[in-house]
Nanobody, 126 residues
Framework: QVQLVESGGGLVQAGGSLRLSCAAS????????MGWFRQAPGKERELAAG????????YYADSVKGRFTISRDNAKNTVYLQMNSLKPEDTAVYYC???????????????????WGQGTQVTVSS
């Protein structure tokens, strides 16, 4: 079992920045690829960013590419999402998720996730 706890969400003005953290406990964190998902009201959940088990491969949705940076610290069992140049359309609940996966095809993070966090709200005002 892996427990995931997100933090760092909040209210920010357009153009601002936030850093989300996801702390993991339980099984070996480095066995898991990690993803940050988001879900806006009335929309489907989407994979915003992903990172492989050792941080050597990353993936970004086109909508966040160049503005968001995903990283991980396996010694601290934590994955981060640095969000810059935020836009009102980034408003959503952000979830981190873990997948027991040693490959590097990160779009596969859309499927068969093993664990989810509870989510953290990000609101970007215009």
């Amino acid at each position: 079992q892996v427990q995931l706890v997100e933090s760092g969400g909040g209210l920010v003005q357009a153009g601002g920045s936030l850093r989300l953290s996801c702390a993991a406990s339980g099984r070996t964190f480095s066995n898991y690829a990690m993803g940050w998902f988001r879900q806006a009201p009335g929309k489907e959940r989407e994979l915003a960013a992903g990172i492989d088990w050792n941080g050597s491969v990353v993936y970004y949705a086109d909508s966040v590419k160049g503005r968001f940076t995903i990283s991980r610290d396996n010694a601290k069992n934590t994955v981060y999402l640095q969000m810059n140049s935020l836009k009102p359309e980034d408003t959503a609940v952000y979830y981190c998720a873990a997948k027991l996966y040693s490959g590097n095809y990160l779009p596969s993070l859309r499927y068969d996730l093993n664990y989810w966090g509870q989510g953290t709200q990000v609101t970007v005002s215009s």
